[in-house]
């Protein structure tokens, strides 16, 4: 009777352990799968907007430079904003392989979009935006974060990299100008990822949400114009 009850407990021990792992597997998997998306989409819309500068005409460094820029500059903040070490950037070569290949599709398909690189660039920083918005709360909430700071950082990760490109190419950020929803649309993906998940939804299906109203957001405020008001309103 003792063997058996001791069989019994290992194998409901090896079972508890293997259900740990199973849950977790797919979340650390799916934090990698949507941070490498970002980066890529990141990078992608950072080179196409690098290429489509008319003021400036960047040069191969000039372009991967800034596409790199676009697309690690959210989640480096965010890394150091955690300190819980080195930026995950700095630690796996796969980010830098991940921006480096949205940079050089970006160059390569640049000029073949022509009168649709606006529209490209738009749906895919969107994209690029949800992504981001969500990897950054996600990581927050591993971290042992709270929901406040958890929505705030992830829309510094959406945010930060677009803002560190514009800086280093003279524009202003974005998310500064006068009627764009960018920050905005960040802020809500997060919210929204936040939300399901303290509802106590699958981080998948959280995922899914919360990327899917930062991304939908945007292209709604683009298409039916929707846009912010100057605080200062000169008569």
Known sequence: ????????????????????????LPIDTLFSL???????????????????DTRYKYDLVGVTGLAVASALGGGITRDLILQKGPPLAFVDARYL?????????????????GKNTERAIIFVEAAALGLFSVSGSTRALNAGMSRLPALLLGTTTAVGGGCI?????????????????????AAFGAAA?????????????????????????????????????????DS
């Open 97 to 113: 392989m991940a921006a480096l290949a949205g940079a050089a599709i970006g160059m390569m398909f640049a000029h073949k979009i």
């Open 165 to 185: 490109r514009d800086v280093l190419s003279g524009s202003t950020p974005k998310i500064f100008e006068r009627g764009e929803l960018f920050a905005i649309a």
């Open 1 to 24: 009777m003792v063997f058996e009850n001791r069989v019994t407990w290992v194998h409901a021990r090896r079972r508890s352990r293997y259900n740990v792992r199973a849950v977790k």
């Open 193 to 233: 990822f936040i939300a399901c998940d303290a509802q106590h939804f699958s981080r998948q299906l959280s995922t899914i949400v919360g990327s899917s109203c930062g991304f939908g957001l945007r292209l709604l405020a683009l298409r039916y114009h929707w846009a912010t008001k100057p605080i200062r309103m």
């Open 34 to 52: 949507i941070d490498f998306l970002g980066v890529f989409m990141g990078a992608l819309g950072g080179a196409l907007a690098a290429v489509r």
